[in-house]
């Protein structure tokens, strides 16, 4: 099993202008911000076992409020990196989050949580972080 633990840092913005819709619906943005000390703590372990039925991510989010399926964000990290690096992977991933950003406060949060998956992800998987990032984009 390897377990890696990262900090998911909250971040505020300076200047934030939405200055139109991308192709997939999201909104394009210019923004000036700054990365702060408030920080989730996430933990990733992954237990390699070949001979499971499958793989299996288990998310404790942190925060009953957040959900602990496909609709979380560090879930969707998961499973994007599973895709791209270990798609016939088969084993279980445990995510752990200490929450400390407050949920739905503008802090990226959801996001940075996201990230520290993939970073997680890519230490334990050996996957640089040139290949991963444009998976987290």
Known sequence: MNRIEV?????????LDMTGFLPN??????????????????????????AAGGFEIFLEPGSAEL?????????????RMKDAFRPDARGRLAIHV????????GLAGGSSNGAAV????????????????????
């Not at 999201?26 to 989730?40: C, P, R």
């Not at 200490?98 to 406060?105: E, G, L």
């Open 7 to 15: 900090a998911a840092f909250a971040k505020v913005n300076f200047i």
């Open 25 to 50: 619906g999201f909104h394009q943005v210019e923004s000036v911000m700054q990365a702060i000390e408030l920080h989730d703590d996430v933990s990733v372990e992954w237990d390699d076992d070949p």
């Open 67 to 79: 959900p602990a399926d496909e609709r979380n964000l560090a879930y969707k990290a998961a499973v």
């Open 98 to 105: 200490a929450k400390r950003i407050p949920v739905a406060a």
């Open 118 to 137: 993939c970073t997680a992800l890519g230490r334990i998987w050996n996957v640089p972080m040139d290949d991963w990032m444009p998976v987290a984009a």
